[in-house]
């Protein structure tokens, strides 16, 4: 990433590929960066994936110094991406300028110059660092001085060297002709994410490209809606199927307790025969009224066996009953 102070900056890179390996860019042509006192950069140094594991380091020729890979402090920062291929060096609070170098030990070199001027910068972009979705669009803004108006403008990349000058299906320039010119890369892909130049004659703009991954994000974001409409959909059926459940057991309960109560009330209507006592036995009595005198009545008198009839309700008792008046008769004889 690149980071600027009140002021965006102009580049110079001189590149010596003294060994194969590191990719130079501006094939030894004078290449310039102008810092503003105070101000930062940061700067890829690109190597070949073979040199990996190979000892990378930033080398001032001013003081010879040597600062390897993964080190930092106030001042400088160098860090190895060699997944990427390159490492990056950040330089801050710059206060003196001279040539700088970009170094794969025993392998290969390139050259950095950086100039400290207080003048305002002939190259610079609004944004040093840039990002966009995955099949979005990105814009970036590029300034030059009037100097440069009429200058040949180029957006490159710094890993393939490729330039464009021109629109195309990705990449489109257009130039206002007065005092910047915009980039738009549209149709976004991953393997675009890494570092770029605004380019006018032999000066450089860094500006650093993040590619994001939105497929993942998309399809989770879809899972959730669907399943938000999902649930907002079923709440409302639940909550019906158990308002149906609820009123038909409460419907069967009522039911079989009205069953329950119309048996009872019918079986305490009906007659209990168990509870009807049976009824008397009744004794008849022979009664012979033909002849008063004969003495054989008077003999079985006592073997005679009384009975009383009761009337039956609803018949008449108005006559005494018929043994009574006999027995009377017999009485008087």
């Known amino acids: 990433m690149v980071a600027y102070g009140t002021a965006a900056l102009c580049y110079t890179l001189i590149c010596f590929c003294l060994i194969s390996g590191t990719e130079c860019y501006g094939s030894g042509a004078d290449n310039t ?9 940061t700067i890829p140094c690109y190597y070949d994936s073979k040199y990996t594991q190979q000892r990378k380091y930033w080398f001032s020729d001013a003081d010879k110094i040597k600062i390897f890979t993964n080190f930092t402090n106030e001042t400088v920062s160098v860090i190895d991406h060699p997944a990427q291929s390159l490492f990056t060096v950040t330089m801050r609070n710059l206060t003196h300028g001279g040539s700088y170098f970009c170094v794969v030990e025993n392998e290969s070199l390139f050259e950095t110059y950086i100039n400290v001027q207080p003048a305002p910068p002939d190259v610079s972009v609004v944004s040093s660092n840039v990002s966009g979705d ?14 440069y108006k009429n200058k040949h403008k180029q957006w490159c990349r710094y890993k393939d060297k490729r330039c464009y000058t021109s629109q195309n299906s990705s990449v489109e320039i257009s130039d206002d002709e007065r005092a910047s010119f915009t980039v738009l890369m549209s149709g976004l892909m991953l393997e675009d994410s890494g570092w770029y130049f605004c380019s006018v004659d032999h000066l450089q703009a860094p500006v650093y490209l993040t590619v994001t991954a939105v497929a993942s994000v998309t399809i989770h974001s879809n899972t959730e809606t669907t399943n938000d409409e999902k649930m907002s959909l079923w709440l409302p059926v639940s909550a019906g199927l158990l308002m149906v459940i609820i009123l038909v057991g409460v419907c069967t ?18 007659p209990d025969t168990a509870t009807v006592p049976p009824e008397e036995p009744v004794i008849y009595s022979a009664i012979n009224d033909e002849n008063p005198n004969d003495i054989s009545l008077l003999e079985s008198k006592a073997n005679t066996i009384y009975s009383t009839i009761e009337d039956l309700p609803g018949c008449e008792a108005s006559e005494e009953p018929f043994s009574t008046r006999t027995f009377g008769e017999q009485k008087s004889v």
């Open 33 to 41: 960066l102008s810092v503003q006192p105070g101000g930062s950069v």
């Open 134 to 147: 995955e099949g979005g669009n990105i814009s970036v803004k590029c300034l030059y001085s009037s100097a």
């Open 253 to 270: 309960w009522k039911w079989r307790k009205r069953s329950a109560e119309d048996k009872k009330q019918i079986k305490y209507n009906a």
